[in-house]
């Protein structure tokens, strides 16, 4: 087994929650792991990006070489067409619908999401009013690695077993609320 996915999104959004979780998850099953990460202005809304790779086999690289992607997870609409260079013939794009529009010329909302739709295999998710309906918006990120969880390569339960552990020092109620948030964007994505 190997998978190699890049999250991406702006600085702010829990890019790198998302990578710890996974990472959690996949250490927990005795998987190899390496991540790298980019980050934007220091500052929120710049670029942030993480490369992770997972695998059965000793991992040489912490970089996803171009056509290489298994998903390309992604927390902003925009963010995702920027790394369809790295998306392989046979991955697929999980994207929000929800933009964060911090540029001037961001693109039509309608006409981006139409871009996208056509370019791969993409499921498009409301992470917004799933993450409401879960409790709390700032579960948003969760929610996209719950509709990400079916092409992760692992059993939803491991990754669930990861959030426990990961969000566990804040207390019951933030668990709660974010496994409410993961089981919503697994059970709710849309192609």
């Known amino acids: ?8 999104g702006v600085g702010g959004q829990g890019i790198l929650t998302i990578a710890s979780i996974i990472d959690l998850a996949a250490m927990n099953l005795g998987l190899h792991v390496k991540q790298a990460e980019v980050h934007g202005m220091s500052q929120r809304g710049g670029a942030v990006e993480s490369h992770l790779r997972i695998s059965t086999e000793e991992i040489y ?25 790295f998306l392989a013939p046979d991955g697929v794009i999980v994207t929000s619908t929800e933009p964060y529009e911090n540029i001037d010329s961001y693109p039509d909302k ?22 409401t309906a ?9 929610a996209m690695l719950g509709a990400a969880a079916p092409y ?19 207390g019951e109620k933030i668990v709660e609320t974010n496994l409410n948030a993961f089981r919503l964007g697994k059970d709710n994505t849309q192609k």
């Open 152 to 170: 992760i390569g692992m059993e939803p339960a491991e990754l669930e077993k990861a959030i426990v552990t990961y969000f566990g020092g804040k």
């Open 134 to 142: 879960a409790g709390n918006v700032m579960t948003y990120n969760v």
């Open 61 to 85: 690289s912490d970089l996803i070489p171009l056509g290489k992607a298994d998903m390309i997870l992604s927390l902003e609409p925009m963010e995702s067409l920027r790394y369809l260079p």
């Open 1 to 8: 087994m190997q998978r190699n996915i890049i999250i991406a």
């Open 110 to 131: 309608t006409e981006l999401l139409q871009k996208i739709s056509e370019s791969s295999s993409a499921f498009l998710v409301d992470a917004k009013s799933m993450a």
